[in-house]
């Protein structure tokens, strides 16, 4: 049996002042599904990270191109996809070049390149890179369990 789900679609032109519009798409869709304020604070900076790669990467700033940020609502989990059709990158080398970072490392020498990609990965669940016709970035979010129910049994932490 196919697993049901809705499907919201966004464009936007590829243009740094419309990433606001979609951080507050994923809150408002994020929020309803009832995720905690942390986990949507995640997935509004992963979004962020992913669109500002496509504005400055794929379209190099010139606010040419469009931007598609995909929702997928399911009963268990959120999962965004930010595409676009600019030029794609080297994933492989990206890869090479990102985090974790090592203690011993200097904060003056912190690499740039990739630091959004290794956000993105720490932030969300599950991430998949396609980058065959320009990239798609697919992000994945689980609801979690609360520990304690809302039903009354949860420990006051107020006196």
Partial sequence: MEEQFDFIELKVPA??????????????I?????????????????????????VKHAYNETGEGEVTIGFGIYMNRLEIMVSDRGESFKLEEVKKEIGPYK???DVRGLREGGFGLYLIHTLMDKVEINNNSGVIV??????????VGFNGDQISTTQ
Avoid: H, W
């Fill in 15 to 28: 243009k740094p002042e419309y990433v606001g519009v979609v951080r507050l798409s994923v809150s408002g």
């Fill in 30 to 54: 994020a929020n309803r599904l009832g995720f905690s304020y942390d986990d949507i604070e995640d997935m509004k900076v992963a979004i962020s990270e992913a669109i500002t790669n496509a």
């Fill in 103 to 105: 203690e011993t490392e």
């Fill in 138 to 147: 697919l992000m994945t979010k689980y609801l979690t369990e609360n520990e």
